[in-house]
C-alpha cells in the first residue's frame, strides 16, 4: 500500500461492533449491532446523530423515496429517521430459527436489497441469504450459509461478490440485474489458504472493480484482485475486530473502515468508526433500495 495513507479514528462513539457502514448524501450509516444503535456520522466534523433501535440491527440502506430499510431482530423493516416509525415488511426466519437474526446486506444496481442471516449460536447451514425485490416480494437466493455477510457488485452488474464467513471463502456469483438471478459461485480467495487466520467480514469494490475486506479478528482491510484473487494491499488498524468497510466523502476516495470490541483485549479506539485517507482510489456510489 502507499506509504502515505493514514489511519484514525473519527466520531466518538465506541460501538459494541459496529458494522453495515454506507455513505448516503454526505453522511456514514453504520450500525452497533449488540448496542441496539444506528448511527449517522459526518466524517468531517465527527458528529454523530444515534437512534436506539431497541434490538439488534445488522445493516442498513437508503430508501430512494426517503426513510431507509433495516435488517435485524425482527426481519426486515422500513424505519424513519425524524418520526421512528417502523413498518415490518419481512421476516422469513421467525419462529423457525430462534437463533437467528438478520446480519450484513446492500442493494444492488437495480434498487432490490439483499440480507442474510446468521445464526448466533454458528450452526453450520442454519443461515440464508435473501432478497427483497422492487415489488416487496422476498426471495431465497443462497440457502445454508452460516454467518452471511459481505455483498457487492461489479460496474456492470454482471458479477455479485458474496462471503459466508466461517468458510472464509469469497466467492463471485454470476449475475444478471434484470432479474436478479445468479449463477454457479466460483472462488475469488480462500484467506485460510492465503495464509490468514482471521474471517473475511463486510466488503466494497472499488471504481477500478478491486475488493475490499475486512478481516474480522485480524485487524486489517485487504484489497483484492476480483479476477485473481492476488492481494493487492493490506492497511492495518490498531484493534483486531475490523468488521466492514465503504467509501465514502465529496470524492468517495475515504475509506471509512467499522469495528467492534474484542471480548478481552483492551485496545485504544476499539470499537470508533475509522478513516483511511491517501489510498489513490475511488469507490463507487451506493444504492438505495428502488421500491
Request: hydrophobic share 35%; aromatic share 8%.
Amino acid at each position: 500500500m502507499n506509504e502515505s495513507i493514514s489511519v484514525r479514528p473519527v466520531g466518538s462513539r465506541v460501538s459494541q461492533w459496529g458494522e453495515g457502514p454506507i455513505f448516503w448524501g454526505d453522511r456514514l450509516l453504520y450500525v452497533d449491532i449488540e448496542g441496539h444503535a444506528l448511527i449517522r456520522l459526518n466524517g468531517e466534523s465527527g458528529e454523530e446523530e444515534v437512534w436506539d433501535m431497541n434490538e439488534r440491527v445488522g445493516t442498513v440502506v437508503p430508501r430512494a423515496g426517503g426513510g431507509f430499510l433495516c435488517a435485524g431482530d425482527s426481519g426486515i423493516y422500513s424505519f424513519e429517521l425524524k418520526t421512528g416509525q417502523r413498518e415490518n415488511l419481512a421476516d422469513p426466519e421467525a419462529g423457525k430459527r430462534p437463533d437467528n437474526r438478520f446480519n450484513d446486506g446492500k442493494c444492488d444496481p437495480a434498487g432490490r436489497f439483499w440480507a442474510g442471516t446468521i445464526s448466533t449460536v454458528k450452526k453450520t447451514g442454519d443461515a440464508n441469504l435473501y432478497m427483497l425485490d422492487l415489488d416487496g416480494r422476498l426471495s431465497l437466493k443462497v440457502p445454508g450459509v452460516t454467518n452471511s455477510n459481505g455483498i457487492c457488485w461489479n460496474a456492470e452488474a454482471t458479477v455479485m461478490y458474496y462471503i459466508d464467513t466461517p468458510t472464509k471463502k469469497i466467492l463471485a456469483y454470476p449475475y444478471d440485474n434484470a432479474s436478479g438471478e445468479i449463477g454457479k459461485p466460483t472462488l475469488v480467495l480462500d484467506t485460510e489458504q492465503a495464509g490468514f487466520e482471521s474471517s473475511p467480514d463486510g466488503m466494497t469494490i472499488d471504481a477500478q472493480g478491486k475488493l475490499w475486506v475486512a478481516l474480522c479478528h485480524g485487524g486489517a482491510v485487504l484489497r483484492i484482485d476480483a479476477d485473481s484473487g492476488e492481494i493487492l494491499g493490506q492497511v492495518d488498524f490498531p484493534c483486531v475486530e475490523t468488521t466492514a468497510c465503504a467509501f465514502g466523502g465529496p470524492n468517495l476516495d475515504r475509506l471509512y473502515v467499522t469495528t467492534g470490541l474484542h471480548k478481552t483485549l483492551e485496545e485504544p479506539d476499539a470499537g470508533k468508526v475509522f478513516v483511511v485517507d491517501g489510498l489513490g482510489v475511488r469507490g463507487v456510489p451506493s444504492f438505495p433500495y428502488a421500491s
